[in-house]
């Protein structure tokens, strides 16, 4: 769970000469969730060195920290404007962009990894002329600079989410070593819901360290923010250093560093406050005894208000196959214990289930899914999905399940509460293995503010060619519980990008 202390940034720049605060067993890494400055009386030049700018107060208290790498997110310099693209050096010659070659935010940002001694991964708009056809591509690009300012890698977003983009015609590879020998991967955004290139940068390249910046539209109850990005660490065993856009009145933010399955606790932000966050923590390194810093996890919030923070509805819910989970009459507790099938895949639902000021509406189904879905930015293209899990809902219908249940906004610690709590939740399914990715997926109800993630040692997730499992304790009430898989093998082919009129990130 992320500490929060809230206080304003106001900081000058300084030169840094400490090289590496990394220890025997861990990193310091540190993510921003920002909320764009825009002003409609500026020119986009004038908006984007104004964030540029403002980028600095949260590196000099991430340098502070000890920090040795610091992510910001997608759209972060200009949100949805896409008027200003950047020419991008390229990172296998290391160049350190200080000339009046480079565009000025790009010099500048080379200079605030310098000047604090840190890995700088920042997204921007890019515009790449191919030398052997003049023709010219606009890119989503995520670029790092390492700490003497040159720019060491670059990544192209492969899955794009409606931007008016370019797809480049394959995945790119984007991987780096850091002086303190972690090697970290880049992706984007909605490519955390796909193969490439992020699995295979585990399964092939062997990276389990991952910078993820993101503009995320929070879906219920399967695809909030922070939701899908812990589960994606831990159901992968990696860690994730995620930055999120913070655009709540569109179901924008979520960020944190998620630490694999093993994790102590939860380090992130998950509210409607408005305003901007740095999150800084340690990090453990693979296969090294662990260790810390003794600085401990910091969180500084620059707060400008609040907003409803809006959650999407799963488009093809209603497809789902579905059980009530209900009480008995007179009975204050119950086991459900069903074996629920959709298509192919059977669920088995084991479940401890006891109720709090009894009531007699429903309030949670079992539901079970296999098949394909749409997103918010397809038309027709659809994408393989596997699901068993437990979802709250208003009533009995199933289309008052995920964000009709909490009325289309992330609910508050002192909202009114379900009155259901699962003291044992056991699912498994015969899931699809091969070119498939099943995960845990749990969402917990707020009790206490910014509490929606369940500890990692609450929760046993298996899955191999015959079953997937997971067994989750916890005296919380949740929102979902759920093995939820993309299946690839279901994919539309990648031969072009996904155009929408979504004019957004993801």
Known sequence: MSLRSSLLLLLAATSITTISAAGDGYYRASVVEYEVLRNSSLTPRENLMNN???????????????????????????????????????????????NASYDESIRMLSSYAKNYSIYLAVNVLENYTDPSSGKSYK????????????????????????????????PEYSVFTSDFNVKFGQFICFDILFKEPA??????????????????????????????QWSWSVGNNVNLLSAGLSRKVRGSGGSGIFRGKNALNNLFTFTDNLGSTLIVGDVPIRNMKSGESGKGDFTSTVLIG????????????DQFNHENITLPNNQTSVTFNRNICHEKLCCNFDLNVQYVNPTSSVQYKAVVFDGKRKTRATKDAEYGLQVCGVVLCSNGSISSCGSPAVNGVLPHFNDSKPNVIFRAINISGNFIFDNANPLPNVLLWPNTPDSFLINTKDVQFSSD?????????????????????????RDPGNSAPIRTCLCSSC
């Open 199 to 228: 699995l295979t940068l585990i399964s092939q390249h062997e990276v389990y360290d991952f910078i993820y910046p993101s503009e995320w539209f929070s879906e219920l109850p399967f695809l909030t923010s922070v939701q899908s």
């Open 306 to 317: 609040e907003s409803s923070f809006r959650l999407s509805e799963q488009p093809n819910i």
């Open 465 to 489: 060619n015959t079953k997937s499992s997971l067994i989750v304790n916890t005296q919380n009430q949740i929102m979902t519980v759920a093995i939820h898989s993309r299946v690839f093998s």
């Open 52 to 98: 540029v700018r403002n980028y600095e107060q949260f590196l000099k208290v991430a340098r502070q920290q000890e920090a040795d790498i610091i992510v910001f997110p997608e759209a972060g310099l200009l949100g949805s404007d896409y008027s200003i693209l950047l020419t991008i050096p390229d990172p296998a010659l290391q160049i350190v962009p200080n």
């Open 139 to 170: 890119y989503n690009t995520n670029i790092v600079f390492g700490r003497n300012g040159s720019l060491i890698a670059r990544y192209r977003k492969f899955n794009l989410f409606g931007e008016p983009l370019d797809r480049p015609d394959k």
